[in-house]
């Protein structure tokens, strides 16, 4: 069984995200995550006593979230972690009066069978694109997709 915890765990979410290197291949991209995970809201996916999901929030307005990160152990990948994840956000922020949350990801004119999965979990939680655009994050496009809360 695995429950979502609402504490911080960045050495945890090093782990998960050195575990998925297609994702997260590059060391500085996870060292800023950890750094993060020290900072802002997380929720843990904890199986066993082991974290094996994590989710990071910033808030950028009262009534508009961003789901920074979310990031799932590949040896649990598609066991239902990251909507579970998804799911406790998503009801905390609704009760906070968040009525917007968006998430960036990197763009479909970037070819990759991982980002182009992770594009489609979030689209079958009710995310949508807005835009894409080049050289936001990284020099390549970004997609922003956001999904109401309401």
């Known amino acids: 069984m695995t429950t979502i915890e609402r504490r911080s765990d960045p050495s945890a979410t090093g782990r ?3 575990a998925l290197p297609s994702w997260f291949g590059i060391e500085e991209a996870v060292l800023d995550y950890v750094d993060d995970a020290a900072v802002l809201p997380s929720y843990l996916a904890v199986r066993d006593s082991e974290t094996v999901g994590v989710a990071l929030v910033r808030r950028h307005f009262p ?10 152990h590949p040896q649990v990948r598609g066991t239902g ?13 609704r009760a906070d009066g968040v ?3 968006q998430v960036k990801t990197t763009g479909e ?4 069978d991982g980002y182009a999965q ?11 694109a807005l835009e894409e ?8 496009p970004t997609l922003l997709m956001v999904k109401t809360l309401g």
């Open 63 to 72: 009534e508009s979230a961003e789901l920074h990160l979310i990031a799932v």
């Open 109 to 112: 004119s970037f070819e990759h």
């Open 99 to 101: 009525r917007l949350l």
């Open 133 to 140: 655009i080049r050289g936001l994050i990284w020099d390549g």
């Open 118 to 128: 992770t594009r489609a979990f979030y689209r079958a939680r009710g995310f949508v």
């Open 16 to 18: 998960i995200l050195r």
């Open 81 to 93: 972690v990251g909507s579970l994840l998804v799911a406790a956000v998503e009801d905390d922020l």
